[in-house]
Structures are given as C-alpha cells and as structure tokens.
C-alpha cells in the first residue's frame, strides 16, 4: 500500500462583478484510492456544492466568489492499493466487447485528434502484437519524439500541435499518447494527479497529467512525460482531454496564482505503507474490473 499525504492551496483575485468557479481538486474515490481523511477550507463565506460523477469518480466542486482575495485549500490522506498485473497477459479488447463505458474514449476530441493520426500509427504501431505490450510501445514513442520544455506550450496545443513542434509538457505528452492509442482503436483517457517523484529541477511539485488506457478488463496507467512515479499518483480526474478535467474551470474576470502543492508519502510498516518505486508490472486504481461485452 501507498499513502499519500496532500496538500493544495490556489490563491485568485476575483473583481467586482465575482467570479463561478468548478474545481476538480477533491481526490477520486475507488476500490483502489481510499480517500482515509480529507479538508476543505475557502476563504470566502461562499456555499460549495460538490457532485460527483456516478462512473468516472471525479468530483467537482462549486462556488460563485465575491469580489477580493480567494483562497482555497484541499488536504487529504490518500490509501492507494494498486490493481497490479502482468504486462504480458493483458490483452486489447476489440471493439465489438468494448462495454458501453468506455466508447467515448475511441472518439477524437478537442485536444486529441485521432482521426488525423491513423496513418502514423498504423505505420509505427499496427505491425506489432496487440495487447499492454503494444501501448508500451506508444509510451515510448512518444518519450522519444517530445522533448519536456517547461512554458513551451498553452492552453490551446493540440495533439498535433505537440507531434509538429516536439516539444511540451506533461499535458502535451498525455494528450498525444491519447490520440496515438484512440487511433489504434484503443480507449485512452486524460488523467490528472499530481507529479510524485517529478524532478525539483523542473520546478516545485504541480498538478500532473498522465493516460489511462483501457487494456484486459481496466483502466492501466501510464505516464508519457516520464517525470513522475506512477505508483505515487493521485488521481483527480479523467476525461477525454484537458477540457474535460481542469483543475480550475473560472468564468469570470480572475487573477490566479501558480498552484501550491505538495504530495508526500507516509512510511508505515504497521499497516503496510511504503515509498512508491518504479515497477514493471502493470498498475491500476480503478478498482473492480469492468465487464466486457460478449
């Protein structure tokens, strides 16, 4: 097991006509991520409602902020019990016994245009034997063929934009290792967490942005940008691309500030805790297995 101390704090300037926000900063609850303890605290006397989604587990929370200074902060104890598997017996599930769920993650989306990378996976990845192996084999390409460059993106670089220039961050790997696979007719979603294990050399810890792959009969982690540890990630929220999953979605005129975070893991041979470590089994927090179609 792995436990996960968070801590998170973003701090906003609203003006005078306030400002909606919905936040997706709760950590989700699965089979695999017990969420032990958590704290919410907001600045503002201000209600805030949170809904959680029934399948994916993101939570969102909101608020509508008066105008000045708005703070909030999220700590949490997080228990993750990891699924792991062999890589070697997880094969591709066809689309024909795809449960209903997970359809709308073989589609394009805004930020990962599959449809216009067919060609370069099939040529790259259609020859090789189909299963986790071959979503490996995606990962790396995409570790070799992008250069991590802190501010080399924006809010709006594509999976295509990311292919042409090479360069990007945690967001830009995900999201071009997403459309490679969804092109390869395999599920693939847009993860965010935090960046666990990540090098102080990139910068103070971030939220971070991982993939999900539907493989065997689950959602499998994966993390094109290699900065971080997978064993270590929390999981915030999935979706189809970025759109989806910000952690900050702010309608309204705001001022933010970057982001304080800091994920720390606990040490507890009493119940069984460790440090999180790089590992070649295959590693899921998304709980019980999802029935496929037959």
């Not at 390409?141 to 945690?170: E, K, M, Y």
Request: charged share 15%.
């Amino acid at each position: 097991m792995i436990r996960i101390e968070l801590q998170l704090a973003l701090n906003y300037q609203v003006d005078a006509q306030g400002a909606d926000f919905v936040f997706n900063i709760h950590a989700a609850q699965t089979a695999c991520q017990q969420v032990t303890f958590e704290n919410l605290w907001v600045s503002q006397p201000v209600q805030t409602q949170v809904h959680t989604d029934a399948y994916s587990g993101n939570r969102y929370m909101r608020l509508h902020a008066q105008q000045g200074e708005l703070n909030v902060k999220y700590v949490a104890t997080v228990d993750l019990i990891h699924h792991m598997a062999d890589p070697n017996h997880i094969a591709e599930v066809p689309v024909q016994a795809l449960p209903p769920e997970v359809l709308g993650y073989i589609y394009p989306s805004r930020y990962c245009q599959s449809d216009r990378l067919l060609k370069l996976a099939s040529n790259n990845f259609g020859h090789l034997p189909q299963g986790y192996g071959r979503v490996l084999a995606v990962r790396d390409w995409v570790q070799r063929h992008v250069a991590f460059t802190s501010n080399s993106s924006t809010s709006n670089t594509s999976a295509i934009d990311t292919l042409i220039g090479q360069v990007g961050i945690c967001r830009d790997f995900a999201h071009l290792m997403v459309a490679l696979c969804r092109a390869l007719n395999m599920p693939a979603r847009f993860t965010t967490g935090t960046d666990y294990g990540a090098d102080p050399v990139l910068g103070p810890p971030d939220f971070h942005a991982y993939v999900e792959v539907f493989v065997g009969d689950r959602w499998y982690i994966f993390d094109p940008s290699g900065t971080a540890i997978p064993m270590g990630l929390i999981r915030f929220g999935t979706g189809r691309d970025a759109a989806d999953v910000a952690f900050a979605t702010i309608f309204g005129n705001v001022q933010a500030h970057a982001p304080v975070l800091l994920a720390t893991a606990v040490v507890n041979p009493v119940i069984g805790a460790v440090m999180p470590q790089h590992t070649q089994q295959a590693l899921s927090t998304d709980g019980n297995p999802v029935r496929l179609v037959v």
